[in-house]
């Protein structure tokens, strides 16, 4: 069994909306979609095998089952199965967070740190989001703005548009605004540090923790001078490589690709439907769904008229 549909962990969070479950056709019964985890290993949120032998197992379970042949010889450096990918929906701001390295997360929450990319999906008109500084601040400063409320006014305000893309390396201040849609694409972490949440308050009536301490420990306070350029791919860094994929179902109908013994390949459909093949095995897939094509399945084809983001370690 070469390729598998993965049915995500779902997620939600209180400034979550509605749109995976109405636009993306996920299932979940609660009121507030805002993430739905699609390829995970994480404990936090592992994904379900969905279609074969497999079916009903979690993505870890299958891997420990048929060996880590399946994801690939340079996921072999990690102890853990290296990525996770989301689908993240903010109808409201999120909290300005940020994320520690693979040092200080591994030393402190037994994780690795996190390292990541957003792909902005959709979003409504005038979306925008945090991304780092607007200038460099002192370590009193910020500690300062944290306690005083006043730190969204030294954050780089960043408005996007549709099809934009961010990385965000550990240390970046950030925070995703409402009304973006966004695919995200990580290391394998739920490390987070926040330091802003608006005041809002949790089920439990109280509002939500801060992470102040840690986050003095790990944020870059210098502004982002220069957005990088990774060309011919939408993001390579040394933990994942993401292109993406358009096919238009006329003149581009069709591609091939290989799943070679180095990388399995993650096909997250953003919109259309199309259908994968490898050897005897088709799977057809539609907008929102998360693929596995595992490694070493070699030549696989893609066809039909949609868009994805496809990965690999």
């Not at 089952?65 to 689908?87: A, C, D, H, N, W």
Request: with cysteine; glycine share 10%.
């Amino acid at each position: 069994m070469a390729i598998l549909k993965l049915k995500p962990a779902c997620k939600d969070y209180l400034w979550g909306g509605n749109r995976l479950k109405k636009e993306f056709g996920k299932d979940f019964s609660g009121d507030k979609l805002a993430e739905t985890w699609e390829l995970s290993c994480h404990p936090d949120g592992p994904s379900i095998i969905g279609n074969g032998d497999y079916a009903g197992s979690t993505l870890n379970e299958y891997i420990i089952m048929e060996g880590k042949k399946v994801v690939g010889t340079k996921s072999r450096q990690y102890e853990q199965f290296p990525l996770l990918i989301k689908f993240i929906d903010a109808a409201d701001e999120l909290s300005v967070q940020v994320h520690p390295g693979d040092a200080f997360a591994m030393e402190n929450e037994g994780q690795y740190g996190k390292t990541e990319m957003w792909y902005i999906v959709d979003c409504e008109e005038g979306a925008s989001l945090y991304y780092g500084f607007s200038r460099e601040v002192s370590e009193e400063e910020f500690a300062m703005r944290i306690q005083n409320k006043t730190l969204l006014e030294v954050l780089n305000r960043v408005e996007v548009q549709k099809g934009d893309v961010l990385f965000i390396e550990p240390g970046t201040i950030h925070a995703i605004g409402r009304g973006n849609l966004i695919a995200e694409i990580q290391q394998n972490s739920n490390v987070t540090y926040r330091v802003y949440d608006y005041g809002r308050k949790g089920a439990d009536g109280k509002e939500r923790d801060l992470h102040i301490e840690k986050a003095l420990q790990v944020t870059n306070r210098i502004p982002i001078l220069k957005r990088k350029s990774f060309e011919p791919h939408i993001v390579s860094c040394e933990y994942f490589t993401v292109d993406k994929i358009v096919l238009d179902g006329q003149f581009m109908k069709r591609m091939s690709g290989e799943a070679d013994a180095a990388s399995f390949v993650s096909l997250l459909v953003l919109d259309g439907s199309g259908e994968v093949s490898a050897g005897e095995e088709r799977l057809f897939f539609r907008k929102g769904d998360s693929i596995l094509i595992t490694a070493g399945t070699g030549t696989y084809e893609l066809e039909g008229k949609f868009e994805a983001l496809l990965t690999t370690v």
